[in-house]
């Protein structure tokens, strides 16, 4: 594949704001001998598969308007099959899914960011050496994935202004000074929510660069979900009750910010002002989609169910690695039934998930030639 040309600077800038007041205590390791051995291991796999996004993806194809347009979906409901969805022009089509795409990348975006800005203190703050080494690869992991995600908008649209749930996560894990609340809220929620959105996305995309560019970003997530279960695995038994208990509400906290709607300041919320720019009536549209719902059910189901990344991945997670009380089961329950309804809290509830043994793997399937 023929290296791309170098990508011009943005015309512009997401919105600079003030900073967070950051906290962490810098903890030096002077032993340098292995302690944990899977993450010597996930290290190595990691400087194994190091990629350049202007050399490995292939910028030269652009867009493909068409194919991006075919598949549409909201939180993972395949609208594109609907009576609706085929009523619109081509245009509009178009003009919905590229600016839903493109706030929705840019909080990918700006949540990536974030990552490296976290991972890059994980290496001051977390105390094994292993672990300092797989959050410099990491570090370097999210600074392509800034790259890419901020190459790819500018392909669509302008960088939308970031979600305040999702600024208000990304403040709380970087200010915490603790690094156990800092690798649940940024390698278990965060990255599992990325991780599962991102090759949910890739899966029902038809576009090839975003394919492509998705599987990329993907594989990378695959060890940085990894190193949080293999790492919090090893530590969280050995914290007290009262410090789990008090890990578990980071995580939460974490999770609520971007998934509960009650606020009104969820990604959802703001994904329904952007249909009205592209000339969609919300209202009318969300009206028509009902009258379609049990269509949408059928398809859903005929695509082996589906369930959010929070139910799908990061509950999972957080069994996996000890930190899913009965208490914290109840916050869950409660929040699902407050935004979804009884009938799917209880759904959530009796459902039993497993995480896949491999997360590399299951992010390949299909995608092996990538
Ligand atoms: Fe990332
Ligand atoms: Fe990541």
Do not use: C
């Not at 390791?29 to 993450?39: K, S, V």
């Not at 089961?329 to 699902?336: I, L």
């Amino acid at each position: 594949m023929a290296p791309a040309e170098p990508l011009p600077l943005p015309e512009t800038q997401p919105v600079r704001s003030d900073g967070v007041r950051t906290a962490l205590t810098a903890i030096y390791n002077w032993d340098y001998e292995p302690e944990i051995d899977q993450i010597r291991t996930l290290y190595a796999n990691a400087l194994e598969r190091q990629w350049i996004a202007v050399r490995d993806l292939d910028w030269s194809r652009g867009v493909d308007k068409e194919a991006f347009s075919r598949q549409f979906s909201i939180g993972g409901l395949p609208v594109s099959d609907t009576e609706f969805w085929k009523s619109l022009s081509p245009e509009t089509r178009w003009e919905v899914s590229r600016r839903s795409a493109s706030f929705m990348l840019s909080n990918f975006l700006h949540g990536e960011q974030g990552a490296l800005m976290v991972a890059g203190q994980l290496v001051n703050a977390v105390p094994h050496t292993e672990a300092k080494f797989y959050a410099a690869t990491q570090t370097m992991d999210e600074a392509r994935h800034v790259e890419v995600f901020a190459a790819y908008v500018r392909l669509l649209d302008e960088v939308h202004e970031i979600s305040p749930g999702l600024k208000k996560l990304l403040d709380n894990v970087l200010a915490t000074p603790h690094w156990t609340f800092k690798a649940v809220g940024m390698q278990v929620v965060t990255e599992g929510l990325a991780l599962y959105t991102f090759r949910d996305m890739r899966n029902q995309s038809e576009e090839p660069l975003l394919k492509q560019l998705l599987t990329y970003v993907s594989r990378d997530e695959a060890r940085h979900t990894g190193y949080g279960i293999k790492y919090l695995s090893e530590v969280v038994p050995r914290l007290s009750d009262a410090e789990r208990a008090e890990i578990e509400d980071f995580a939460f906290e974490s999770a609520r910010l971007i998934v509960d709607s009650r606020a009104g300041t969820t990604m959802r919320d703001s994904v329904l002002a952007i249909w009205a720019e592209a000339g969609v009536d919300p209202a009318e549209a969300m009206e028509q989609l009902a009258a379609e719902r049990e269509l949408i059910a059928q398809r859903v189901q005929q695509s082996g169910g589906r369930m959010g990344p929070i139910s799908g991945f990061v509950i999972p997670t957080l069994q996996a690695i000890g930190l899913y009380s009965e208490r914290l089961a109840g916050h869950f329950e409660d929040m699902f039934a407050a935004n979804f309804g009884e009938e799917t809290a209880a759904r959530i509830r009796s459902h039993t998930r497993e995480l896949p043994e491999d997360l590399e793997r299951w992010v390949d399937e299909g995608y092996e030639d990538v």
